[in-house]
Each structure stands twice: as structure tokens, then as C-alpha cells.
């Protein structure tokens, strides 16, 4: 929930810095590039020191919570610290298409934003940008704006980097896309991805706990999980549920999405090859049913 707009900005100031620190060598994902990307290399995610963004505009194709009966904020960044081979936003994710935008520039248009009515700002695949984007964030509360945070990440993310988020992100929404590391490996091209995931998922629901709606509906803090249904089960369902049942105080928040198709290299891919299978789908949404704690949400 936002509130206390003072006490954020306080955060937001003491805590910039320490994350432009991480940039260069660059620590602020699993992924430990070290790169110097204030001197302008590029780390895994593609990104150097400069905001590079997609899209920006009212989305209405999120859970509601999210996106509500106004649409939620959405900032798409370009670039991502995973290389899923099934990426269906890969033009953005891996080619990096979209226009440069400074701190500024992006504050405006955050302001824009919630004078159009949006129920927050959300921002898509941050991971990577994370400095990048609170700077913006901060100059916005400075002029005014008192929407909530959403944190909308594939959920390859440092401890580190989130823990100097606690107090400023109101919404985690994370993807649990693996319960197997050499799955994740093999398909997004990282390096222990349940490890990282699982902690990070932990660290949000810390900070934030479970998800908490407005009397619309709308959330207004707290962790949602979404976890995206591959053919064959790829993903291990299953054990993500488990994982969620026995290591988050629970209700816990749940996506599960059956919108899989292939894309980018998918093709090449013989498990992801296909489109999902409406019993694929069903069989997850069984599984999630048999843990009490989950809830499940669209």
C-alpha cells in the first residue's frame, strides 16, 4: 500500500546510490556479470548504464488485481537477464527494441500515467534496470505521484538488490518458471534458477507478505506468483507448488497461465515445439488445488 510518501523518498535516497553501485562491476542479479556498465558495457541482460524502454501505456491483459477495471501502469523494459529460448516478447527481451529515456524523462511518464487513471506503476522485467528504474520512481513521488510499485519480474533476481527494495516495491509479481535447475539452465540459459528464484520469492513475500485488495478487488500490496504452464510439464508444477505450500506462510497468490505458445527458438525445441494442451493446463490447475495453502487467481 502507498503510503508515507516522505518515508519513501528518504528510502529511495539512501538507497540509489548502493544500487548504481552494483552496476559497475555489475552484481545486481544472479547472473554476477561484473561488468563495468557505468562505463557502458553491456552485462548478459544487454544493458549498459542507459534505460532503454519498450512500451509504456494502460494494460488491461493482467490478473485483475493488477490491472483492475482502469488498467494497471505498465513500463516495459527492454533487455532481460534471461534468454528463454520460448520468449514471446523476444523482439523486446533479446533484440532490445524500444527508445532510450532518461530518469526524467520516465517520471513524466509516470505521472502521465496515473493521471490516466492507472491503478499503478508496473513495471515489466526490472530485474536487470532496477537503479535505472527507482531513479525515475523517486523523481515521480517528488512531483506528486502516490501509485503503488509493482515489481513484474521472471524472478531470476539477487537478494542483495531486493533487499534494498524493502519498504519502497508495495507488489511483487514474480514468475516461478523452474523447480529444476538444469531446466532452467537448458531453456533460459541461467545458472540455478530454482535456487535464486526460491529465495527471492521468499525475501518479497518478507517484505511484503501475502496479497492484499482493495474493496474493487485491486491489489494494493503483497506477493502474486505466476507460474506459466509448459508442454509436458517442463516446469515441474508440481514442485513448485510444494514449495510454495511448505516454505510460504500462506494464503499465497497464484497464477497459473495457460497462454504458452511457441515462440522465437521454440521451434528447435522439441518439449516446447507445440502449442499447450488444454489437459496440460487442467492437470497443473489440479495440482495447485490439492495444496490448501494456494490460492488461485487470473
Known amino acids: ?126 530485474s536487470h534496470v532496477v537503479p535505472l528504474l527507482m531513479d525515475a520512481y523517486l523523481k515521480a513521488i517528488e512531483q506528486g505521484l502516490r501509485l503503488p510499485f509493482v515489481y513484474n519480474t521472471g524472478g531470476y533476481d539477487s537478494l542483495e538488490t531486493l533487499q534494498l527494495l524493502d519498504g519502497i516495491v508495495d507488489i511483487y509479481l514474480p514468475d516461478m518458471k523452474y523447480a529444476d535447475a538444469d531446466i532452467g539452465q537448458k531453456y533460459s540459459d541461467v545458472v540455478d534458477y530454482p535456487r535464486y528464484n526460491q529465495a527471492a520469492v521468499k525475501e518479497m513475500h518478507r517484505q511484503v507478505g501475502p496479497l492484499v485488495r482493495d474493496e474493487q478487488g485491486v491489489a494494493i500490496s503483497g506477493v502474486l506468483v505466476r507460474h506459466l504452464v509448459l508442454p509436458e510439464d517442463t516446469g515441474q508444477c508440481g514442485k513448485i507448488f510444494d514449495f510454495l505450500e511448505s516454505e510460504i506462510p500462506g494464503p499465497v497468490y497464484v497464477n497459473i497461465m495457460a497462454q504458452y505458445r511457441p515462440c522465437y527458438k521454440a521451434a528447435s525445441v522439441k518439449s516446447l515445439s507445440r502449442p499447450l494442451q488444454s489437459e496440460e493446463y487442467l492437470a497443473a490447475r489440479a495440482e495447485a488445488l490439492q495444496r490448501k495453502s494456494l490460492k488461485l487467481i487470473e
Not at 483492475?68 to 532490445?96: E, K, P
Open 1 to 126: 500500500m502507498f503510503n508515507d510518501p516522505e518515508k519513501r523518498i528518504r528510502l529511495l535516497r539512501e538507497r540509489l546510490p548502493k544500487l548504481y553501485d552494483l552496476l559497475d562491476p555489475c552484481t545486481l542479479c544472479p547472473r554476477q556479470c561484473m561488468v563495468a556498465r557505468r562505463e557502458g558495457e553491456a552485462g548478459e541482460c544487454g544493458i549498459a548504464d542507459k534505460l532503454i524502454v519498450s512500451t509504456i501505456g494502460l494494460h488491461h491483459g493482467n490478473e485483475y488485481p493488477i490491472s483492475g477495471t482502469r488498467g494497471s501502469g505498465n513500463i516495459f523494459a527492454s533487455g532481460c537477464n534471461l534468454h528463454c529460448v520460448y520468449c514471446q516478447n523476444w523482439g523486446i527481451s533479446q533484440g532490445r527494441e524500444g527508445r532510450t529515456m532518461s530518469a526524467n524523462d520516465l517520471a513524466t511518464a509516470m505521472l502521465q500515467l496515473s493521471d490516466m487513471g492507472a491503478h499503478n506503476i508496473n513495471c515489466v522485467s526490472p
